[in-house]
């Protein structure tokens, strides 16, 4: 199912920012010959054991999802420059990402919904890491 992705995640990144602030980047990649004005992408963070962990600031929960606006040509990875913070003072801190696209929305007005998705929120919510 993951071959048949009209948008991949290609790679996950975290940094610390220089006030000791968590974040996440989900860099992706357009597999159309469309071009991409929007996207949905959905997270779960995992500790070192691989349980799961409520991650994203202000509102923590097992599943976060990030909203992108851009200009994503067929076949371009991006993402890099987009972040989001993964935590805040109260909540443990994930060692370990896992991210799936939701959506996405095509220059032309098109939409593409992942019907891999809501499979992949059941797997993995709340659950540990295999």
């Known amino acids: 199912m993951e071959k048949d992705q009209e948008i991949s995640v290609e790679n996950i990144s975290t940094f610390i920012d220089t006030l000791d602030e968590a974040y996440i980047s989900i860099i992706v990649k357009n597999n159309t010959y469309k071009i991409i004005k929007k996207y949905v992408v959905g997270w779960m963070g995992f500790d070192e054991s691989g349980n799961p962990v409520k991650t994203g600031w202000l509102l923590p929960d097992y599943l976060k999802e990030g909203y992108v606006e851009a200009d994503i040509q067929p076949g371009m990875i991006y993402g890099y420059e987009n972040c989001w913070r993964t ?13 799936c696209v939701r959506k996405v929305e095509y220059e032309d007005g098109s939409q593409w919904i992942n019907p891999y998705y809501d499979y992949w929120v059941q797997e993995y919510k709340e659950k540990p890491l295999h």
């Not at 935590?87 to 060692?95: C, F, G, I, N, Q």
Request: no cysteine.
């Open 87 to 99: 935590s805040d003072d109260d909540t443990p801190e994930a060692m370990q990402f896992i991210a």
